[in-house]
């Protein structure tokens, strides 16, 4: 890795010596490749499930500038998996979280943290001062958004994604190697991308591809082994199977090819095909607030409650309603009557809403989706009900 | 015979399986064939005027058949072939209707 920042040289100090005894004595990192850790500068998008060990370990092994981008903050539901945070940490900044853990592994850490969110009008300014860009949030506006970014400002991009169980990881955006895009053009249709029923991650995925993120960019830095460029892992955790698959610089990029049509950075949001502020989507069906259906079942309406969501949501928590998950739906369809008042609800109101549009195709005249689904019910009727 | 390789998103539709074995002498045939055995897969892989859909990739062994023959890549017995979509498991910065 060739980097700019070696002007003066870089000496470890006593403790410093003793602290990296482990790298010192190992002829590929030796104390040239401390010295090269110590003056290369990384920048890691996110401090989430991927972030996580991928900043731990960075900070540990010596890399000398440490740069972290997040505005996010601790939930409950992080720490099964963003083991860089704990319990304690729950409400506060995840910057902050973050920082205490990285300076109390390695207080020779020059930390610079960005309470920001990483976004076309920053990212330029934010990469220029790094020398490898590592994405760990692993969402499709922001994979392309520092895809484009690397190629435009030249900066390696170490790439890491999970999906359940299963994991990819390659380098992307070297001088002479692929990026994301010539990979993959353009994001999926937002539709066609599984829906959240099918969602959810194996909580040590992130840990098993971060650790491969911080592997990769250790190399880079040291210039040492055979880096993932041109090559996409393919990680299946349950079969503990890995693959490669070789990539290949396409001419014809949109962003890195002989003639890019992609020359500065786009709103991102649109070209992933996603608008507007986040709200419950209700796709304009026919919609009924928690209170009212609470008021209508107290009162003993006739109402059929229909559950979409899967069977394994339903063990954790339900409202007594028939469960068809919504792609069982077309089959099952005959177990409900269309004669009677059908509310349909899932975990917010969105596979809901396409069941409610479903039914109403298939003739169901008294369909209503129950907005915000069971976790507005969990928040405004029902506290007993758990969120998840 | 040749094996293809389903990613997790799309075993749903194949009866849960990981792999899923197809007669076929080219990549098309052997995609026809697969989608002909799961129906419900179709719309994942082709577009609506029957074309692979940009963020599917496809292998034949660890080679993208983009730079082979495309569909008309030859699959002979033993190879496999390696359905490669693009997955993101992390949340959205704005999140929309698919992912709650």
Known sequence: MATTTTE?????????????????????????????????????????????????????????????????????????RQIIHST??????????????????????????FDTRLSSENALELFR?????ADGTDNFPTRYLVNDACVLTGKPNVYGSI???EGQASVFATEDGPCYRCLYPEPPPPGLVPSCAEGGVLGILPGLVGVMQATEVIKLILGIGDPLIGRLLLIDALGMKFRELKLR?????????????????????????????????????????????KRRLDAKEDLFVLDVREPHEYQICNIGGHLIPLNDLPNRVNELDSSREIVVH??????????????????????NNLAGGITAWAERVDPKVPKY | MSKIHIPTPLR?????????????????????????????LRRHLYTEDGRLRAF????VNDEDIRYLQKEATVVNAGDSISIVPSIAGGTLILRSGFQE
């Not at chain 1, 003793?18 to 790298?23: A, F, T």
């Not at chain 1, 001062?129 to 860009?133: K, R, V």
């Not at chain 1, 809901?352 to 195709?361: D, E, H, R």
């Not at chain 2, 599917?56 to 292998?59: C, E, G, T």
Request: glycine share 10%; charged share 25%.
């Open chain 1, 88 to 113: 304690a940490d729950v409400g506060r900044k995840k910057l902050d979280s973050a920082a205490d853990k990285l300076k109390g592994i390695n207080p020779f850490l020059n930390l610079r943290t």
């Open chain 1, 163 to 165: 999906f359940r169980f």
């Open chain 1, 249 to 293: 610089k396409n001419p014809d990029c949109p962003v890195c090819g002989t003639h890019p049509t992609v020359t500065k950075l786009i709103d991102y949001n649109e070209f992933c095909g996603i608008r507007g502020e986040e709200k419950p989507v209700s796709n304009g069906v026919p919609e009924i607030q928690v209170e009212e259906l």
């Open chain 2, 12 to 40: 749903q539709y194949v009866g849960k399986q990981s792999t899923v074995e197809v007669t076929g002498s080219t990549v098309g045939e052997a995609l026809t064939a697969l989608v002909e055995q799961h129906p419900e």
């Open chain 2, 56 to 59: 599917v990739n496809l292998y």
């Open chain 1, 346 to 367: 899932c975990k917010m109101g969105g596979r809901s809403a396409k069941a409610v549009a479903f039914l109403q195709q298939a003739g169901f005249k008294k369909v």
């Open chain 1, 129 to 133: 001062d790094f020398d490898i860009i």
């Open chain 1, 8 to 80: 003066i040289p870089v000496i470890l100090s006593k403790e410093e010596i003793l602290r990296y005894s482990r790298h010192l004595i190992m002829p590929e990192v030796g104390m040239e490749g401390q010295q090269k850790l110590k003056a290369a500068r990384v920048l890691c998008i996110g401090t989430g499930g991927l972030g996580s060990p991928l900043a731990l370990y960075l900070a540990a092994a010596g890399v000398g500038t440490l740069g972290l981008v997040d505005f996010d903050v601790v939930d409950y539901t992080n720490l099964q």
